[in-house]
């Protein structure tokens, strides 16, 4: 079946409008036939999904009874003291009467009253976008608009509609999709909650043409990292206005990435406190209109154009060197290359078990062009007082038992762990079936558990919205193989003896304001058979796991009880 498989994969990827219909069609069978969610993973390159029927579930769980909810919302919000203004920027190009209609509608239909929507008409030659514009306008003072006279395509649109603003923050909204009632008081809640904040993204989901919610994106914490390879913020993104202006706004040239741009520029000088994550779904994403989006039509135009801001921002900070490059079973997504130093240094190799190097493995380790490795055995003061003895400028700290399952794998994560910022560096650890056993780990308090919803899949699946192919950053990687500067390693105040040695080492890293990052681009093998995954907490509070999943149990299963919504309504009422 394999061959199959991957040949049905190549051809949907070069046809993205039939695949689109083709996964719209399945997500309506699921309801009566899951097995059809299961064969649309199996097509695309391994992705995995919420089913739609668990995540009604969770969704009348969480955000229902609707009518109580917006009570006790109305409730805060009345209460709130000095509300801040938010405009609702949005670009709009002869968009279908009724979606334009039901965007606003749901803009109107918000618990927080103090917005306003300030939309660009990109010349549309179709007359009913004008025409309904200056409708809702003469019905609705808050909602201001103009009719650019010339098409200047989405960034110009966008930079039309940001000249219109007023508000001490921008949310972007694209122009035939919808918002929950409860999304720009959530996010009122946040800026006042937290003056510092520059930058706030939130969860989303997609919606079909009859209202029926889908494929929810329950994203992590703020993760620079996995911004390298995707467009993390995306929707509900919002912006304080001044950093808007102070950037320029969306760049012409970007079009189909110019949000993802957007986003790198504008994070770029933030510290991580000033970018927060809103876990909850604030945004509907439409889809199965018939209508392809500019990003879907040219996705390949559009992937150039995220590589461009990519390449961009990477040279603003420093990372000259790197390169993005297209990942051909994912399309629009991106890998970085990037470099070792071109100068010749010294890696000490730190065995973390008892067992012999293999000589196989004892070559690999000779990096070309290096100054020499070293190995080292952890004895009786284990693997960090091995450490301690290591003459080399990079540590590896690294189980026997493991083998490379790629040629790359050293280079990868040597050059990881290389880059400024980066405290740590590990790879994907994989068993002799290609299930991941290694992925980055959940940490909650002294204990960690490798990341549910990716350890068992077998790789190259994407995992839960590319998360099993994309580095990203963690809380802490494993103990199988782990890539440290010594000057880094050397500054912290370590116990030469520690159970969890390296949770330890990754806490102190991060303490001292360095950035774990997880590469699957380097990957090793084990030996050994599939370890029994550890049940973890409910909702560990980790910064990189999204407090609506579930750390219960192996797999991706969504969190019980009343959820964000109910804890956010709380916050709100404990504030006024």
Known sequence: MQPFLNTARHWLRRHPGLHRSLRQGMLQLQ????????????LRPGGVTIPAAEYQRWIDQVEGPADAMRQRLQAAVRHMRNPPLISVVMPAYNTPERF??????SLQA?????????????????PQVSHVLREMAAADPRIRFVRRPANGHISAASNTALDLARGEFVALMDHDDLLPPHALAAVAHHVQAAPELQVLFSDEDKVDDRGRRSEPH??????????????????????RRA??????????????????????????????????????????????????????????????????????????????????????????????????PARP???????????????????????????????????????????????????????????????????????????????????LVMDARNRAMEAGLVVEGERAWPVPYLAGLRYPAQGYHGQLR??????????????????????????????????????????SGQRIVWTPLARLRHSGRMPELCAGPASPRDPYFNPNLSAARPGLHLAEGPGQLAALIEAMQAAR
């Open 31 to 42: 309801r009566h036939a899951p097995w059809t969610e299961r064969l649309l993973d199996t």
């Open 100 to 105: 334009l209609r039901e965007a606003i509608a």
């Open 110 to 126: 918000q618990i927080y009253p103090h917005w306003e929507l300030c939309v660009a008409d990109d010349a549309s030659p179709e």
């Open 218 to 239: 329950f994203k992590p914490g703020w993760n620079a990292e996995l911004l390298l390879s995707q467009n993390l913020v995306s929707h509900l993104g919002v912006y």
């Open 243 to 340: 950093l808007l202006r102070r950037i320029g706004g969306f760049r012409e040239g970007f079009e189909g990435s110019q949000d993802w741009d957007m986003a790198l520029r504008a994070t770029a000088g933030l510290r991580p406190e000033q970018v927060r994550h809103i876990p909850l779904v604030l945004y509907h994403w439409r889809q199965g209109t018939g209508a392809a989006s500019f990003s879907e039509s040219a996705l390949e135009r559009c992937a150039a154009a995220g590589r461009r801001a990519v390449s961009e921002h990477l040279a603003r900070r420093g990372e000259t060197g790197a390169r993005p490059l297209p990942q051909p079973d994912l399309p629009g997504w991106s890998r970085i290359v990037h470099p070792l």
């Open 345 to 427: 240094f010294r890696l000490s190799v730190v065995l973390t078990a008892p067992s012999p190097l293999p000589e196989k493995l004892r070559e690999i380790l000779r990096l070309p062009g290096s100054d020499g490795t070293e190995i080292l055995s952890a004895g009786p003061e284990g693997p960090l007082g091995a450490a301690r003895q290591a003459s080399g400028e990079m540590l590896l700290f690294l189980d026997p038992a493991l083998r490379p399952d790629h040629p790359e794998w050293l280079a990868e994560l040597l050059a990881q762990a290389w880059r400024p910022g980066v405290g740590a560096a590990g790879p």
């Open 470 to 511: 994309l580095p990203r950053q963690v809380s802490a990687v494993g103990a199988g193989c782990l890539a440290v500067r010594r000057a880094a390693f050397e500054a912290l105040s370590l116990p030469a003896e520690a159970d969890q040695w390296h949770l330890a080492l990754c806490e102190g890293l991060r303490q």
